[in-house]
């Protein structure tokens, strides 16, 4: 339990009108200052001073990536909890609130049409680059590996791109789905997978990150090198989450922490790598364990990407995975 002087310094911290919004937002999911003050309208100065009151009480978390910082409510204990009763007592139909919203809405829109320019761009291209930062077949037999020979009912792979993942997982599954919003990257992955002769996959248009449960529940939900053109990773996983069966399993490609800018700014990435800590948090609200974890360094020293493959499982329902 909080002691007097830090519980009346935590109701300081949120007994404001902007910092009240501000933690409404980040309830919504992690936010990079830029966004923040693109939402709120008002000056970066203000708004971070805003941000390292909340922070210093508890009540929000700080994630330093590269040149950007993402700001996130902190995790459950006494800040966090406080944080979200606050929330739930806030009246949706507020002005501001509802403004608050919108204005959200619309830049990850932004956001999401940035990521599918570059992605319309670089479609064609596309598994080239990724061999040049990732060990792409030690990584692909450790998420073949990780199935263990079994061969589920349906895999879902999101953001999936060309199609590679369904294809090496193939023998994995009695039906496949590949989910994208880009249509040029869904163009590549229908004659990739038509090549290949696999009939029992197919691919379809669609907004990953606000996805539809009429899709069907899977055993297997494949993440392959997508969350890091989130801003927000852990919302994405939640998303993923509804579409899991109870007792599936979700197999996450992505990078380690890194500092390559250029990432962000010519590549459209807006996570500099995940962490494992990040990880563990964003499974543990989404319902999921973390099974295992794995790292891939690379072998291009100019670069020194590392990936990671994440193995996790449905919580609920663990002896069935």
């Known amino acids: 339990m909080r002691g007097l002087n ?26 990079s200052v830029k966004d923040l003050t693109e939402i709120l309208g008002q000056s970066q ?33 006494e800040g966090g909890d406080l944080a979200r009763w606050l929330i739930d007592r806030l009246d949706p139909s507020d002005a501001a609130y509802r403004g608050d919203r919108t204005r959200q809405a619309e830049i990850r829109a932004v956001q999401q049409a940035e990521a599918a320019a570059y992605f319309a761009k ?88 606000d996805l539809d449960a009429d899709i069907g529940l899977a055993d297997v939900i494949v993440i392959h090198q997508v969350l890091h053109y ?12 509804k579409l899991l069966k109870p007792g599936g399993e ?13 990432l962000r700014s010519d590549h459209a990435h807006r996570r500099l790598g995940l962490s494992q800590g990040q990880m563990q948090g964003w499974a543990d609200a989404a319902g999921l364990d973390v099974r295992s974890a794995q790292e891939f360094p690379s072998h291009n020293q100019d670069r020194g990407l590392t990936v990671c493959l994440w193995h996790l499982g449905d919580r609920t329902n663990t002896d069935k995975a």
């Open 45 to 77: 100065p203000r708004v971070s001073r805003h941000l390292k009151l909340l922070a210093d009480a508890g009540l929000i978390r700080r994630y330093a990536e590269g040149a950007w910082a993402y700001y996130g409510l902190a995790p459950a204990g």
């Open 122 to 209: 670089v479609a064609e291209s596309w598994d080239l680059l990724k061999t040049l930062h990732v060990p792409e077949a030690a990584v692909e037999a450790a998420v073949l590996g990780a199935l263990g020979g079994r061969q589920v009912d349906l895999v879902i792979d999101l953001g999936t791109g060309t199609g590679r993942m369904l294809e090496v997982l193939a023998s994995a599954y009695k039906r496949g789905i590949g989910l994208d919003s880009s249509r040029e990257m869904l163009a590549v992955a229908r004659a990739r997978l038509a090549s290949a002769g696999l009939a029992h996959a197919q691919v379809r248009l669609a907004d990953i990150a």
């Open 250 to 262: 979700v197999l996450i490609v992505d990078f380690a922490p890194h500092d390559l800018e250029f």
């Open 6 to 31: 830090d519980l009346v310094g935590m109701l300081k911290a949120a007994g404001e009108s902007t910092r009240l919004r501000l933690l409404a937002l980040l309830a919504e999911g992690d936010h």
């Open 230 to 241: 989130f801003d927000d990773p852990g919302r994405m996983l939640a998303q993923a989450r």
